[in-house]
């Protein structure tokens, strides 16, 4: 199988992997199996999926680094697309709960600070969709690229929106926080020294401190919780998996990962 035809089943597959969600949300639907509430479910769902494939995103271009594999960077624009869209049918949805009156809706979004920010962030979802295209990059030259470095500003706006919108119980919330978090660790280290065994290792564990550190902040900050109390549970391993533990163990796999890479250049270079 030639390089270029891979790559194009790979970019169906990626096409087809992110319409599964919204297809398992319409099958459960049209079965019964929505709760409830169904569209409080479908509202839940979508969003966290808005902020998986947003998170998948971003993640591609340490992906391309890791695995020196550039082809890699054309599964972004379709995976930003797919985040995107679950977003536009999250706040769809919302306006479907309120029987489409647009005024109350205006009025909630204005009302309501989680709201706004979630509204706000599907704007920028919008901008940077409409002018990810091949013409849109043509027209705006260096501004495009400017442009969507507005999508880290978006990460964040949907990440508040996820704390917020999740009230009592924000694991989910608190992992794609630490997610994040090593996401953009990983951006701010020197380029020569980033992929390095060593290097990844320290994002390892530091990822995860930070993220009980927000864990910790938010419960304490939100529901008067002692720190402590967030840090304890997080040492427990009896309460495992906790956000932490998750975001460590992402971290170690990045880990893994880049030594089956050097092994295998190891082994492929010239004289092995």
Not at 30 to 53: I, K, S
Not at 157 to 169: C, D, G, P, V
Not at 183 to 199: A, E, G, H, K, S
Request: a positive charge.
């Amino acid at each position: 199988m030639s390089p270029a035809t891979r790559l194009s089943l790979i970019k169906h597959a990626v096409v087809v992997l992110s319409l599964l969600p919204a297809a398992e949300l319409a099958l459960r639907w049209q079965m019964g199996r929505m709760g409830a509430r169904p569209t409080t479910e479908a509202l839940l769902w979508t969003g966290d999926w808005a902020v998986t494939f947003l998170l998948i995103t971003l993640a591609i271009t340490p992906a391309r680094a890791l695995f020196d594999w550039p082809p890699l960077i054309t599964l972004r624009r379709r995976l930003g697309l797919a985040a995107a869209g679950y977003a536009v049918l999250h706040v769809t949805l919302y306006v479907f709960d309120q029987k489409w009156n647009l005024v109350v809706v205006a009025l909630e979004i204005l009302k309501r600070f989680y709201l706004t920010i979630g509204f706000a962030a599907v704007l920028i979802f919008i901008a940077l969709s409409i002018t990810s295209t091949d013409g849109w990059q043509r027209k705006l030259r260096r501004n495009w690229k400017r442009l969507h470095y507005l999508v880290y500003p978006l990460a964040v706006l949907a990440l508040i929106h996820f704390f917020l919108q999740s009230k009592a119980n924000v694991s989910d919330a608190v992992m794609a926080a630490g997610l994040f978090l090593w996401l953009m660790l990983w951006r701010l280290l020197p380029r020569d020294i980033r992929n390095r065994p060593p290097v990844l290792i320290g994002l390892a564990i530091a990822t995860p401190i930070l993220t009980v550190i927000v864990e910790a902040l938010w419960y304490w900050g939100s529901k008067g919780v002692p720190p402590l109390r967030i840090v304890e549970a997080s040492l427990d391993p009896l309460l495992f998996p906790r956000p932490a533990h998750i975001v460590l163990i992402a971290g170690l796999a990045v880990v893994a990962a880049a030594l089956l890479v050097r092994i295998r250049l190891w082994r492929t270079a010239p004289g092995a």
